[in-house]
């Protein structure tokens, strides 16, 4: 990369949330590559991000896909050559339910994309995370063993314990592997998980994108 190419950000599953705050956050100092299936969101993010003078690259992409992730790994290569920071904010979160009653096909969905696609992207970015100070950011959501939410933090953990391995093996050379945790935010997963809740007392996306971000300086 040359001293007048930008830092380059990935951020997959950018449309809503800690993923889309994320976005808006490091466009003021990154070009961002912005990953999710919603066409509409991304778009939307795209326009706060041009509005307030930054830049977005948009890639309508399913992260449960192999090729198309390889694709979209190749492209940034042949493009920038490396990247600056990877966050990894794409989650599936299956209803709640007694672990006596989970659904086959609602936990195949959340590994697909808590630990599968996590595990597929990994040896992908990583080659691309090749430049001093690179980092990946993953972010936990600590319910292990609390009733009814057996599924979602099943995936949840071995996503992390996924992150948690990378961290300790990239120790020493790099890249910087991060395991963040947000405070509560008003999300969509969120929603699902506690719909009679008083969201005005959750913290908001956008602050806590530049918490998490400050802490990680």
């Known amino acids: 990369m040359t001293e007048d190419a930008p830092k380059v950000a990935l951020i997959t599953g950018?449309?809503?949330?800690?993923?889309?705050?994320?976005?808006?956050?490091?466009?003021?100092?990154?070009?961002?590559?912005?990953?999710?299936?919603?066409?509409?969101a991304l778009e939307e993010l795209?326009?706060?991000?041009?509005?307030?003078?930054?830049?977005?690259?948009?890639?309508?992409?399913?992260?449960?896909?192999p090729d198309a992730m390889a694709h979209l790994c190749r492209s940034i290569y042949d493009r920038w050559?490396?990247?600056?920071?990877?966050?990894?904010?794409?989650?599936?979160?299956?209803?709640?339910?007694p672990?006596?009653?989970?659904?086959?096909?609602?936990i195949d969905k959340c590994l697909a994309?808590?630990?599968?696609?996590t595990a597929t992207l990994i040896p992908m970015v990583a080659p691309l995370l090749s430049g001093d100070g690179a980092?990946?950011?993953?972010?936990?959501?600590?319910?292990?063993?609390?009733?009814?939410?057996?599924?979602?933090?099943?995936?949840?953990?071995?996503?992390?314990?996924?992150?948690?391995?990378w961290a300790a093996e990239t120790a020493?050379?790099?890249?910087r592997v991060h395991v963040l945790t947000p405070n509560p935010m008003p999300t969509a997963t969120r929603a699902r998980f506690f719909p009679g809740e008083d969201r005005s007392a959750l913290a908001d996306p956008r602050d806590e994108a530049n918490r998490l971000l400050a802490e990680i300086a």
């Open 172 to 175: 020493r050379l790099g890249p």
């Open 14 to 40: 950018a449309s809503r949330g800690l993923g889309a705050a994320l976005a808006e956050a490091l466009a003021a100092t990154h070009h961002v590559v912005a990953v999710a299936r919603t066409t509409g």
């Open 135 to 165: 980092r990946a950011l993953f972010f936990d959501d600590p319910h292990g063993g609390e009733k009814f939410f057996g599924a979602y933090a099943a995936g949840k953990a071995a996503q992390i314990a996924l992150a948690r391995a």
């Open 113 to 117: 994309v808590n630990v599968k696609a």
């Open 46 to 65: 795209d326009d706060r991000i041009q509005a307030a003078g930054g830049h977005a690259t948009l890639a309508p992409m399913d992260v449960t896909v």
């Open 81 to 97: 050559g490396s990247l600056d920071l990877w966050a990894h904010t794409a989650v599936q979160a299956p209803p709640l339910s």
């Open 99 to 106: 672990a006596d009653h989970v659904d086959g096909k609602e």
